[in-house]
């Protein structure tokens, strides 16, 4: 089974930029469509991003030129580079992995992370 682990998550000022990173146990890493998700308090988990392994990726409209993600097969890590950080991406960052995109898209990945804390205040 595929282990996850985030990391990267901070307090950061509106405007700033942080990398998150998952790192995935097992060689089933490449076989993996990877996303990642957060959920804000009070509100709905919602996907942020999601990679194909052939390298395809999706993102959530208002995340679009802000957000990049991508994979390093080698590191078995995938990242999420996130840039102008606002007040309302503020969220538990949470990374997950499956071989079907329709399931890390729906949210029904077989396997999370238990992830990381990202605060954008002033």
């Known amino acids: 089974q595929v282990q996850l682990v985030e990391s990267g998550g901070s307090l950061v000022q509106p405007g700033g930029s942080l990398r998150l990173s998952c790192a995935a146990s097992g060689s089933i890493f490449r076989g993996n469509v990877m996303g990642w998700y957060r959920q804000a308090p009070g509100k709905q988990r919602e996907l942020v991003a999601a990679?194909?392994?052939?390298?395809?990726?999706n993102y959530l409209d208002s995340v679009k030129g802000r957000f990049t993600i991508s994979r390093d097969n080698a590191k078995n890590t995938v990242y999420l580079q996130m840039n102008s950080l606002k007040p309302e991406d503020t969220a538990v960052y949470y990374c997950n992995a499956d071989p079907l995109l329709t399931k890390v898209v729906a949210g029904t990945a077989a396997t999370w992370g238990q992830g990381t804390q990202v605060t954008v205040s002033s």
């Open positions: 990679i194909t392994v052939g390298g395809t990726t």
